[in-house]
T-cell receptor, first 114, second 109 residues
Framework: GAVVSQHPSWVICKSGTSVKIECRSL??????MFWYRQFPKQSLMLMAT?????????EQGVEKDKFLINHASLTLSTLTVTSAHPEDSSFYIC??????????FGPGTRLTVL | EDQVTQSPEALRLQEGESSSLNCSYT??????LFWYRQDPGKGPEFLFT???AGEEKEKERLKATLTKKESFLHITAPKPEDSATYLC??????????FGAGTTVTVRA
C-alpha cells in the first residue's frame, strides 16, 4: 500500500516552454502533497506544500508564478514549470501525506531544459 | 532554522564490513526523525521513523537509533544490494521534512 506515482518519469523541453508534472496517490487519499527539487549530489529541498481545494504554500525563495501547483482532487497534484530555463533542470519529486507524520514519495521526474 | 547534517558524505565498505552513518539534527519541535534509502534516479524509500531519544528500530541489516541530538544508522554485515544513498530527515512541528545531504554507501563484493 501507500504507492505514489509521477508522470512523466523524464522530460526534455526547449527553453521558454512550460512543462506539467503529475503526482498521484494510487491507493490512498491525500489532502496534502509536497513538491521537492533535488540537484545532483544534493539533498531534497522542499519547494511547496500542495493542499487539496486551496492554494499551495511556497517555501522562501521559490517563485509561485514560475512553479504553478494545482491540487484538484484527493489523489492528484500537478506542478507546472512555466517558461522553463536551463537552470530549472533538476529532479522533481513529490510526496503524499498519508497521516500527519507519514509521507510517501513518488519515483521522481527528471526535467532537462535545453 | 532547522538543520540536518549527515556524515560521512560517502562510505565504501567491503561486503560484511559493518559501519555506522551519522545524522546530527537541530529541528524545532521534532515530530520524528526519518531514515530513507534512495537509489540513483529514484525517489526516497521509507526505512524508519524514530520519535524519542533511546528509541531503536531494526529492519534486516539496518538498525536506527536516536539521541537528543543525533541519529545513527548501523549497517551490519552489509551486502552489495545495500549500496544506496541513505537520507536522514527531521519533521518539525508543522510536519515538514528537512533533509540532510545523504551518505552514499558503496558495498563491494
Amino acid at each position: 500500500g501507500a504507492v505514489v506515482s509521477q508522470h512523466p518519469s523524464w522530460v526534455i523541453c526547449k527553453s521558454g516552454t512550460s512543462v506539467k508534472i503529475e503526482c498521484r496517490s494510487l491507493d490512498f487519499q491525500a489532502t496534502t502533497m509536497f513538491w521537492y527539487r533535488q540537484f545532483p549530489k544534493q539533498s531534497l529541498m522542499l519547494m511547496a506544500t500542495s493542499n487539496e481545494g486551496s492554494k499551495a504554500t511556497y517555501e522562501q525563495g521559490v517563485e509561485k508564478d514560475k512553479f504553478l501547483i494545482n491540487h484538484a482532487s484527493l489523489t492528484l497534484s500537478t506542478l507546472t514549470v512555466t517558461s522553463a530555463h536551463p537552470e530549472d533542470s533538476s529532479f522533481y519529486i513529490c510526496s503524499a501525506r498519508l497521516t500527519a507524520n507519514e509521507q510517501f514519495f513518488g519515483p521522481g521526474t527528471r526535467l532537462t531544459v535545453l | 532554522e532547522d538543520q540536518v547534517t549527515q556524515s560521512p558524505e560517502a562510505l565504501r565498505l567491503q561486503e560484511g564490513e559493518s559501519s555506522s552513518l551519522n545524522c546530527s539534527y537541530t529541528v524545532s519541535g521534532l515530530r520524528g526523525l526519518f531514515w530513507y534509502r534512495q537509489d540513483p534516479g529514484k525517489g526516497p524509500e521509507f526505512l524508519f521513523t524514530l520519535y524519542s531519544a533511546g528509541e531503536e528500530k531494526e529492519k534486516e541489516r539496518l538498525k536506527a537509533t536516536l539521541t537528543k541530538k543525533e541519529s545513527f544508522l548501523h549497517i551490519t554485515a552489509p551486502k552489495p544490494e545495500d549500496s544506496a544513498t541513505y537520507l536522514c530527515a527531521g519533521a518539525s512541528n508543522d510536519y515538514k521534512l528537512s533533509f540532510g545531504a545523504g551518505t552514499t554507501v558503496t558495498v563491494r563484493a
